[in-house]
């Protein structure tokens, strides 16, 4: 009887090993689309968030936006993601006084005021936004004759001088947003001699001919554009290390002159007004006539170029103040390969409500860790370490982002697979993207998984490829948001999606009226956009961290630049520049990403029923070539004149 009894116990035992053995885990795919799936997505909990976060003005600095900081962290904490917030103490401004009159007869002194409207359910706190401003302005007062200048390009001043014998020079010039970064259309003033600045947001541009919010989705009459003039990134006053304390207490800084010095900051006056404001002012111009594209919306006043014979006295008196800044860092370690990183990316702070810029990408940053959450309750772990990050200060000059990279250089450098970034993830519809080309496969490969939130019956990729859009993918520059850093500082390959995108769909931007109300009324009633955009994100990061062999595409980047020169070739066919060397470079970059998918497949064909440590070794150092080869466009010493910007690719197809 014993005997039999252990016989059938032991063959119990191989009968219950050789079913673990048939059983095996729960494949990664499965999870994946169980993150993209109906039952995991939630736009209920996406409009709580969003309503939440943007219950107050939350300005970088501000006691509400490190209570926004805290109702991150309970989120995060909720979806079991452990997390933390990193602090760094840094230099900002908020405007003191600020005071523009119109020097005329009569004269006519501004209001410089955004008007809430009958039933603003945000009125009773409309005065804790901070006052229209422009972040880190040069404190000054000038009274000088107005000149007229478009939208402040450097071609613009050369079609005032050459064609119409117009000089700026000792004027105050009115320019209007939309073309360019606005610390350029100051900056571009400052070097053509004007002695101070006022940017408006123009009808034509931004508002609509007879209705506006909260009736239609345009900027009402009195909606004034706010922003930062800072023309670097990171804390001004620490360019090139993070702001944070030594062992020693303070952290070094520069000194005014020598942050002055430095060429980011801004040498001469300037503020932003409303459309009202801005065609009062025209109104006191005389001079020539602009040209037909330089005029304004239907019933705006006859666009004239001055100078004069209206004055303008400007008056700023700005605050600079060491204020503490909070990123929250939630942290998802993965099970294979814990020392390499996969970055999502989203900021927090906003000029005002910030509904569009920058909390529905919070919004959506704040879905994708609850479905990660829920993930982890049914058993799935990533490969590589997820790192769910939201940034402070980015609306002064992408300073907690930068600060954050700056601290932890090196081990980006080494560590870091992808950073994936959101900011204003919803303005409207339309997919947009902007990456670094190894992605293009990736994010085309998501956008065909996940379904087109304003069409049920095609894919995102379906609807983006058929609306015309061209190119399918843009590409990141030099700055616009927190992307930057990481791309152009360290080389990490990124990428940043949003639906809408453009000024005709979001016009409420960094205005009063950036709020809950228009978002549900104009940017996503049913808040289904959130709901694909977080998808789309989150997907992309689930396949970069949980794929054992890196999903990137060196063939597209090949493409890319050979596009790139061609065009450029062409650009510089009357000069006598020999392009071939860069064509043989790029014919390198081509067989080399041949020859690493050639190697992939072979290790893939190679690997038996059990991997070994070779195997796993092999694949690793593929892994590792394929990260830092994005890397390789970066130079050490950085750009001339620009040392903090490394990318010698990237950083001049945008703002530098």
């Not at 689309?33 to 939440?52: C, E, G, M, Q, R």
């Not at 700005?318 to 998802?332: E, F, H, K, L």
């Not at 860069?582 to 059990?610: M, N, P, V």
């Amino acid at each position: 009887m014993k005997t039999s009894t252990t016989t059938t116990t032991t063959i119990l035992a191989i009968a219950t090993s050789y079913l673990f053995l048939l059983i095996t885990p729960t494949q990664k795919s499965t999870y994946h689309s169980l993150f993209i799936s109906d039952s995991l997505s939630d736009n209920a909990s996406i409009y709580n968030h969003l309503k939440t976060l943007t219950r107050r003005p939350h300005v970088a600095g501000s006691k509400a936006n490190a209570e926004a900081a805290s109702y991150v962290v309970s989120v995060f904490t909720s979806s079991y993601i452990p997390s933390h917030i990193v602090s760094y103490e840094v230099s900002l401004t908020y405007p003191l006084s600020r005071s523009l009159v119109l020097i005329t007869n009569p004269s006519t002194t501004f209001t410089l005021h955004q008007e809430t409207y009958e039933g603003d359910p945000y009125a009773d706190v409309a005065d804790e936004v901070v006052p229209t401003f422009h972040a880190y302005a040069k404190s000054g007062t000038v009274a000088a004759p107005v000149c007229y200048v478009n939208y402040g390009r450097v071609e613009d001043y050369l079609t005032l001088k050459d064609k119409n014998g117009v000089n700026v020079s000792g004027t105050v010039v009115l320019a209007r947003h939309g073309k360019i970064y606005r610390g350029d259309i100051v900056k571009n003033a400052y070097e053509e001699g004007a002695v101070g600045v006022v940017i408006y947001s123009d009808r034509k541009d931004y508002g609509g001919e007879e209705k506006w919010f909260p009736d239609e989705k345009w900027l009402p009459p009195s909606g004034v554009q706010v922003g930062t003039v800072y023309g670097g990134l990171g804390d001004p006053t620490t360019p090139g290390w993070a702001s944070s304390s030594s062992g020693d207490g303070e952290c070094e800084r520069l000194n005014k002159d020598e942050v002055e010095k430095g060429g980011d900051v801004p040498l001469i006056p300037s503020l932003p007004v409303s459309a009202a404001d801005g065609e009062k002012i025209m109104r006191s111009i005389g001079g020539p006539v602009a040209e037909d594209d330089w005029q304004g919306s239907k019933d705006a006043p006859i666009y004239r170029l001055g100078p004069g014979p209206g004055i303008l006295n400007l008056s700023y008196k700005g605050q600079d103040v060491i204020a503490t800044i909070q990123n929250v860092i939630g942290v998802i370690e993965g099970a294979e390969e814990p020392d390499r990183f996969v970055i999502l990316g989203n900021h927090r702070d906003a000029w005002t409500f910030g509904a569009v810029d920058p909390n529905s990408g919070t919004a959506a940053l704040l879905e994708v860790a609850q479905r990660l959450g829920k993930l982890q309750k049914k058993g799935w772990r990533p490969r590589r370490t997820i790192l769910l990050c939201n940034w402070d200060a980015e609306e002064y000059g992408l300073i907690g982002s930068t600060e954050w990279v700056e601290e932890n250089r090196e081990i980006l450098a080494s560590k870091a697979v992808a950073y994936l970034n959101a900011d204003c993830v919803v303005g409207g519809p339309g997919f947009n993207v902007r990456a670094t080309p190894q992605l293009d496969e990736l994010i085309k490969r998501a956008t065909q998984e996940v379904k087109d939130p304003d069409n049920s019956s095609q894919s995102i990729y379906e609807s983006w490829t058929s609306s015309g859009s061209s190119p399918l993918f843009g590409r990141l520059g030099g700055g616009g948001s927190d992307y930057a850093s990481f791309l152009q500082h360290v080389g990490i390959p990124a990428a940043d999606i949003a639906f809408g995108g453009d000024v005709a769909g979001y016009p409420v931007y960094h205005s009063l009226y950036d709020d809950f109300v228009w978002m549900e009324k104009f940017g996503d009633p049913m808040f289904q956009r959130h709901v694909a955009a977080a998808s789309v994100w989150g997907l992309v990061a689930l396949w970069l961290a949980d794929e054992e062999f890196l999903p990137f595409d060196y063939l597209s980047y090949a493409k890319e630049l050979q596009l790139s020169v061609e065009n450029l070739e062409d650009e510089i066919s009357n000069k006598d520049i020999n392009l071939s060397p860069i064509f043989k470079s790029i014919k390198g970059l081509e067989k080399a990403a041949i020859k690493i998918d050639s190697q992939r497949k072979e290790i893939e064909a190679g690997k038996g029923w059990i991997t070994g440590k070779k195997d796993h070794l092999r694949v690793r150092e593929l892994n590792d070539r394929l990260m830092m080869a994005e890397r390789a466009f970066t130079d050490r010493d950085g750009l001339f004149g620009m040392s903090w910007y490394k990318h010698l690719v990237s950083c001049f197809q945008g703002r530098c």
